[in-house]
């Protein structure tokens, strides 16, 4: 099935650190959202971006919409323990289809 | 407000039965997608509907098929389940387009033995 190339495809990093983590796309997308995902539940919605260029923060969450359509990126500011999970992209296609990156997985350590 | 529902949490299946899965969405909510989840190809789209009619689908078998109640609640059916079936099967629902932003529901583990 048809995905998006996200990277990293993990991250271990200390608490209070920084993180970034983008989203790339052969094809242009119309909206670009991101999700994490805890065990055992489905994924949780924390940006929604709908135009080119646009730049949007959720807290210590700032994403934005590739000026080219064809990508994203995530960052999150000063980690904490909670912020553990896994984290995926979605673009909407042309056909609007949501398409799901394959996730970055995330680990925090005091 | 409650969330979107999944029934059952957890099904252990034999290869070659068949399947139904439940999602209830948001009240108010009249898309309902389906996705499966597995760890080796990730969120995979299954397929979409709005108002009773399948908007949209992925490149999944004709074993897969879905359908929506005129209260949005939608079923996932699997046919003769084959082992690679095992997955966790999510549920979306939506205000109306995709660019509202999907809500999920915690999903059904799918084991087939």
């Known amino acids: 099935g048809q995905q998006l190339n996200q990277s990293p495809q993990s991250m271990f990093i200390q608490e209070g650190e920084d993180v970034s983590m983008n989203c790339t796309s052969s094809?242009?997308?119309?909206?670009w959202l991101w999700y994490k995902q805890d065990p055992g539940e489905g994924p949780v919605l924390l940006i929604a971006?709908?135009?080119?260029?646009e730049l949007t923060s959720n807290g210590r969450l700032t994403a934005q919409f590739g000026i080219t359509r064809k990508d994203s990126f995530l960052n999150i500011s000063a980690s904490i323990p909670s912020d553990v999970g896994i984290y995926f992209c979605?673009?909407?296609?042309?056909?609007?289809?949501?398409?799901f990156g394959t996730g970055t997985r995330l680990q925090v350590f005091p | 407000k409650a969330g979107v529902t999944q029934t059952p949490r957890y099904l252990i299946k034999t290869r070659g039965q068949q399947v139904t899965l439940s999602c209830s969405p948001i009240?108010?909510?009249?898309?309902v997608s389906w996705y499966q989840q597995t760890p080796g190809q990730g969120l995979q789209f299954l397929f979409e509907?709005?108002?009773?009619?399948?908007?949209n689908k992925g490149n999944f078998p004709g074993r897969f098929s879905g359908r929506q109640f005129s209260n949005s609640r939608s079923e996932m059916n699997v046919s003769t389940l084959e082992l690679g079936d095992s997955a966790l099967y999510l549920c979306?629902?939506?205000?109306?387009?995709?660019?509202?932003?999907?809500?999920f529901g915690s999903g059904t583990r799918l084991t087939v033995v």
């Open positions: 009240s108010g909510h009249r898309s």
């Open positions: 979306a629902s939506s205000l109306g387009t995709v660019s509202y932003g999907y809500t």
């Open positions: 979605a673009g909407r296609s042309t056909t609007d289809k949501l398409i």
């Open positions: 094809s242009i997308f119309n909206t």
């Open positions: 971006l709908y135009k080119a260029g």
């Open positions: 509907y709005f108002s009773e009619t399948q908007r």
